[in-house]
């Protein structure tokens, strides 16, 4: 018996369109900055393990470039609305708690971000004068990246904000308790 004839659906969908109907302009620096990254660990496991000669600047890019991937990916998690959350509790609280709640909590994101990137930037400033180990650029670059992503965050954040407001209660319900549809 296949998988359909059970009612499983199948294994392998060789015939499903890959949707990228929500990838944003703010999503495309964190792709080119992964596949970046994805190539010099590449070339740091090529030259450790072929080689045997690791080249020295690789791991300490890659550490860097993971970093920008981190808080620029963060971006599109905000945007999206994609962060983990307790989902738990909104299936038990009452649907006219719902909408007030979500703003609550993304007012509370936004003041989040906000309050990381005023502390990055105390940190990038201390940090402007010393030099990465492998080349000659300043660690505060790395910094100064991570403040604008922190607060790229707080505005889509404080965005989302906005849209709750503007958004029925039951919409909100909806979307919070059935986010596959």
Known sequence: MSNDEAGNPPLIQDDAEVDVSDVGWLDVPALIIFWILMGIVMLQFFTRYVLNDSLG???EIARYLLILVTFIGSITCVRKGAHIFLEFFYRYLPISFIKPLT???ELINTAFFSII???CIQLALETAHQNMV???LPKGIIYWIVVGCC???ALASAYRVVMRVRTKSSDI???MLNPSS
């Open 173 to 175: 319900a909806e979307d």
């Open 151 to 153: 607060f790229v965050m």
């Open 117 to 119: 990137g005023y502390l």
């Open 57 to 59: 600047w690789t791991e």
């Open 134 to 136: 492998s080349i000659q």
């Open 103 to 105: 703003i609550l909590i």
